[in-house]
């Protein structure tokens, strides 16, 4: 029997490894646009998809970012300015890309602008943080893909949206857990909405480890104590925050500096004739925030709690 389940494995997952590496044709017809491409994994993605030969179309927050993109580009790459907060700059976006596309329509979508500052604990955060965040990490997502769906939905295409573990795991910082929540709903939504029109819907979800979070977090815990009223201060105590510092250091030193980890996994949504649904990029995504997801609730609020530093006053 064990040797029938080990061949019924060994086989799903040859055919799995064979259907993956089959690619889309003439990938150097078709255009990606790329959103939040002036550092990061917008910036290194359009830079790599430019290297394969495609038609990127990189969208910039700004005219330094998109002139820097340029010159390290060939010059098939095109750049235009974006703010994804903005229903105007999206709709003056879109209709540079239907000008850059023609009759082709848009093969892919990648909703990869998003922010991870301001965040941390609930208590200090305002509601103009969580607004500040879902506007630009959900709403932006939203506000994008509906002004471009006609287009992909023309080139029977892709959507590629950038979401985190965070979305399917929260943990501490309420307002970035919330902002990624929502992208993987909106996602599978989508996913299900358009499959009848040939459109594809992939979510990526990056780990926590990465250099493009951990770098900017511990300014970031200083900057929301600071302006934390002095009673929440108190019931939290400076010891809590010392150790958040420890820990933002001791991620530092563990985040993976590959940045490709994520951008291969957009790739492959991209270019693969059978990309999957869910992308989970670094072996902190694989091995521990997915994992944890899918374990009783009981176990996850154990291991995050335990993991997370204890409060001056708590019981």
Request: glycine share 8%; charged share 20%.
């Amino acid at each position: 029997m064990w040797l029938y389940l080990a061949a019924l494995l060994g086989f799903y997952f040859l055919r799995r490894w064979y259907r993956e590496r089959q690619t889309v044709e003439n990938l150097t017809e078709k255009y990606v646009f790329i959103t939040g491409c002036d550092s990061g994994f917008g910036n290194l993605l359009a830079r790599q998809l430019d290297t394969r030969g495609m038609q990127v179309l990189a969208a910039c927050l700004t005219q330094k970012g998109a002139e820097e993109l340029e010159k390290a580009t060939s010059g098939r790459l095109k750049t235009t300015i974006l703010d994804v907060t903005s229903t105007e700059s999206v709709t003056a976006a879109t209709e540079w890309v239907k000008g850059c596309v023609g009759d082709k329509g848009l093969w892919g979508l990648v909703n990869n602008a998003g922010i991870v500052v301001p965040t941390g604990p609930n208590e200090w955060l305002t509601k103009e943080d969580f607004a500040k965040m879902i506007n630009v990490n959900l709403l932006g997502v939203v506000d994008v893909t509906l002004h471009m769906m006609p287009l992909v939905r023309k080139a029977r295409g892709r959507v590629v949206n950038v979401a985190s573990t965070s979305g399917r795991l929260a943990s501490s910082g309420g307002n970035y857990c919330v902002s990624k929540f929502g992208v993987e709903a909106f996602s599978d939504s989508l996913r299900r909405e358009l499959h009848p029109f040939g459109v594809h819907i992939s979510i990526v979800e990056p780990g926590a480890f990465n250099t493009a979070v951990v770098n900017v977090l511990e300014e970031n815990y200083q900057k929301m104590w600071d302006q934390t009223p002095p009673d929440i201060r108190e019931c939290y105590g400076q010891e809590y925050l010392d150790t958040y510092f420890k820990l933002c250091r001791q991620f530092s030193k563990k985040a993976s500096k590959n940045l490709r980890l994520v951008t291969d996994c957009i790739e492959h949504a991209l270019t693969s004739r059978y990309p999957r649904t869910r992308y989970s990029a670094g072996w902190d995504a694989k091995l521990f925030f997915l994992p944890l997801s899918y374990l009783p609730t009981s176990v996850a609020d154990y291991v995050i709690i335990h993991f997370l530093p204890r409060p001056a006053q708590a019981v």
